[in-house]
């Protein structure tokens, strides 16, 4: 089964500060790569997503991601935060031609805290 | 609906006593899914539908776990013989087959499970 690993467990930034948060995954193949945010108390929602063509795709709330293929990796940046950034973030992938790997593989997660 | 629901949202069980969830997907969404997010986790695949078949259920951790989706819409979540490993709280997720354009997973706000 395919893996995602996001390496940044916890960060903590200023507001204005500038975000990367590092996603690798594991599969050969074609993949849908998605980036998801859980808000404190709400239920996950839809960040941005890659299915094809331009290798970065931008988000909502000025979030943007860059699809390597080379490195297996889908990184998401924001030039800068704002305190409305706190949240936990989830990197996930799927392999929409591969019956078994049609569903999500989510990372462990990062979470986001943004200091006024 | 307008979104994915899930009832109940919350659900506290004695151990050893068996509970079902239930989640109504997104009308018109054939592929359904199930995970689990334990306190601090990331988020475990559980099972995937597509229309009433299941043709990914590598993720249920026991066979306790079980689940079944009728009419191509409502599925409902059955653990048997609860124990306290089993709390967390379960979500759903929903959308359109592969292949039919974006395969956005859509979520429900959970049922958060507590065994005692």
């Known amino acids: 089964a395919q893996s995602v690993s996001q390496h940044n467990h916890h960060v903590i930034l200023s507001e204005a500060a500038s975000l990367e948060l590092g996603c690798n995954y594991s599969y050969g193949g074609t993949v849908n790569l998605f980036w998801y945010v859980q808000y404190p108390g709400q239920h996950l929602q839809l960040l941005l997503k890659?299915?094809?063509?331009?290798?970065l795709v931008k988000g909502i709330k000025g979030f943007e991601a860059e699809f390597i293929k080379s490195k297996f990796s889908f990184n998401l940046r924001k030039p800068s935060v704002q305190w409305s950034d706190t949240a936990e973030y989830f990197c996930?992938?799927?392999?929409?031609?591969?019956?078994?790997?049609?569903?999500?593989?989510f990372g462990s997660g990062t979470r986001l805290q943004v200091q006024p | 609906g307008a979104g994915v629901s899930q009832s109940p949202s919350n659900k506290v069980t004695e151990k050893g006593k068996d509970v079902e969830l239930r989640c109504d997907p997104i009308?018109?969404?054939?592929?359904l899914y199930w995970y689990r997010q334990s306190l601090g986790q990331g988020l475990e695949f559980l099972i995937y539908f597509q229309g009433n078949s299941a043709p990914d259920k590598s993720g249920l951790p026991s066979d306790r776990f079980s689940a079944e989706r009728t009419g191509g819409s409502v599925s409902t979540l059955t653990i048997q013989r609860t124990q306290q490993e089993d709390s967390a709280v379960y979500l759903c997720a929903s959308s359109v087959a592969p292949g039919q354009g974006s395969t956005e997973a859509f979520f429900g706000q959970g049922t958060r499970l507590t065994v005692v």
């Open positions: 996930a992938v799927n392999a929409p031609m591969d019956t078994g790997r049609r569903a999500l593989t």
């Open positions: 890659y299915f094809s063509g331009d290798p």
């Open positions: 009308s018109g969404h054939t592929a």
